[in-house]
């Protein structure tokens, strides 16, 4: 496997890969840039009190129910998927649009980070029965050479 390989064909290997990654970064940035959401969202049926008032957010950035998105029943929820309710200063209530929930990007965050410890467990598990069972077929071959001499 791996250990076969040659000094230039590792650095060559990692040399490929550190290109590839290069490369997907740079398309991704371009990517990104071209097809990025505008913050400012289309509200239908809505006060847009909280662009000229000042206001405050009681209740933060939430999904949607599948409902609400399926029925159209509230206008803010088509285009994100998201809502969070506000209250001007003039004691409206209102509904509007939001980019990314917190606490669901974070649990997010969280599955990932621990999904990759457990995948980097079993790997590191895995490297080393490898190498203890490389090292045993070692000493039982030098054991055979030096016991037929």
């Known amino acids: ?13 990692i040399s490929c890969l550190i290109l590839l990654t290069i490369v997907v970064l740079i398309i991704e940035s371009k990517w990104m840039k071209a097809g990025s959401r505008r913050q400012e969202f ?13 206001f405050e957010v009681i209740k933060d950035c939430h999904p949607c129910s599948a409902f609400e998105i399926a029925s ?3 206008g803010v929820c088509v285009h994100t998927h998201n809502k969070e309710v506000l209250r001007c200063q003039s004691g409206e209530i209102v509904t509007r649009s939001c980019d990314r929930v917190a606490w669901l990007d974070e649990k997010h965050y ?7 410890t457990i995948i980097g467990s079993l790997s590191t598990a895995v490297s080393f029965l490898r190498q203890k069972s490389l090292n ?3 000493m039982l071959k030098i054991q055979n050479q030096l016991g037929t001499c």
């Open 42 to 54: 289309i509200i239908e049926n809505n006060s847009t009190c909280w662009h000229r008032e000042t």
């Open 1 to 13: 496997m791996i250990e076969n390989l040659s000094k230039k064909r590792m650095v060559f290997g």
């Open 110 to 116: 969280w599955s990932f980070q621990i999904s990759l």
């Open 72 to 74: 159209r029943s509230q």
């Open 136 to 138: 045993r077929k070692a």
